[in-house]
């Protein structure tokens, strides 16, 4: 039976409340998870816990910090079949609740993943280029638009 067991509830944000920094409500729900999972866990030991991150490796990492962790253990509905190897970087045994062979998410999925949590070096590049990308091909739409009701007007 563990000693201690810190429980780490990420904030579960959505792609677009990330781009909006709208993460109060995730991190409320995140608290609301950790006080069940405390509770459900009083029994097992003494139970603290955070909620915090969006990103699930960032809020192990900061847990770290301040508990001495000798395993992390992974539960929850939404969990990313990729986080138990991106936890392995830890150095500590790495084990999973959920059942074994989940399918994996495709590349270009994951990408998305890492891009929506903030987690790849280049995201704010990417955002400004697919902003400034979106933005052109609006412009372009609308130019050609523009030129056709010109043309069926005979004005051009």
Do not use: C, K
Not at 117 to 141: E, H, K, S, Y
């Amino acid at each position: 039976m563990p000693g201690r067991i810190h429980v780490v509830a990420p904030a579960l944000v959505g792609p677009l409340d990330w781009l909006a920094t709208a993460e109060d409500r995730a991190r409320l729900e995140a608290e609301v998870r950790l006080l069940e999972a405390e509770w459900t866990l009083a029994d097992e030991g003494e139970v603290d816990g955070s909620a915090g991150e969006a990103d699930p490796v960032q809020a192990v990492e900061d847990a770290l910090r301040g508990f001495p962790a000798d395993e992390i253990l992974i539960a929850g509905a939404a969990v990313d079949p990729d986080l138990e190897q991106a936890l392995r970087r830890f150095g500590l045994p790495v084990e999973s609740l959920e059942p074994a062979g989940r399918p994996r998410r495709s590349a270009v999925y994951r990408a998305f993943r890492s891009l929506a949590g903030g987690r790849g070096n280049a995201t704010p590049f990417i955002l400004f280029a697919g902003v400034n990308g979106a933005l052109l091909l609006l412009g372009v739409l609308l130019s050609l638009l523009v030129l056709a009701v010109l043309w069926l007007l005979g004005d051009l």
